[in-house]
């Protein structure tokens, strides 16, 4: 299986890298897993609605170009479904065993995903009702597909 994360903009917090670095190493004996980092649109001070609308549709412009067609998609936003890590790892289970070979996971900037990207998705996910930085949701992504591989391996993993 081969787990895709798209996201906007680049990661130059160290201690970010690092923590992404290590549950994508502890992910390899499980998956592949390959990070895309397509660069953020430039915001200007106090945009308009049409300007954050632009923005949005240039993001998902970028982001839809790395999505395949027999990926399944998932969108991280915050008025997605909630799930528990044992309901991730069951839904994880169910994508493999009905034959997707990639699923793909997408983070947007920080407006959010555009309307075509959030249509092209296969399922919407939140992980809270609360916004955090899209740098530390890839943190938080990659941790809860490496406890989702290590429930649906029967393996333990700490609480």
């Given at each position: ?22 549950y994508?190493?502890r ?7 390959q990070?895309?980092e ?13 300007e ?6 240039l ?6 170009k ?7 998609v ?10 528990t ?27 959010g ?17 609360m916004t ?12 809860q597909i ?5 429930i ?8």
């Amino acid at each position: 299986m081969k787990i895709k994360i798209v996201c906007v903009g680049k990661l130059k917090e160290k201690y970010l890298k690092d923590a992404i670095d290590e549950y994508t190493k502890r992910l390899s004996r499980f998956c592949t897993v390959q990070i895309i980092e397509l660069s953020d649109e430039k915001i200007p001070d106090n945009p308009s609605l049409a300007e954050e609308e632009k923005v949005l549709e240039l993001e998902g412009e970028k982001i839809l170009k790395n999505i395949s067609p027999s990926d399944y998609v998932f969108s991280l936003c915050v008025e997605g479904k909630a799930l528990t890590s044992e309901e991730f790892a069951q839904k994880l289970s169910d994508i493999a065993l009905s034959g997707k070979s990639t699923i793909c996971f997408v983070i947007g900037g920080s407006l959010g995903l555009s309307k075509g990207v959030k249509a092209r998705s296969d399922f919407r996910l939140s992980f809270s009702k609360m916004t955090f930085p899209h740098q530390l949701m890839r943190v938080f992504l990659t941790e809860q597909i490496y406890r989702a591989f290590k429930i649906n391996a029967n393996e333990k993993y700490h609480k």
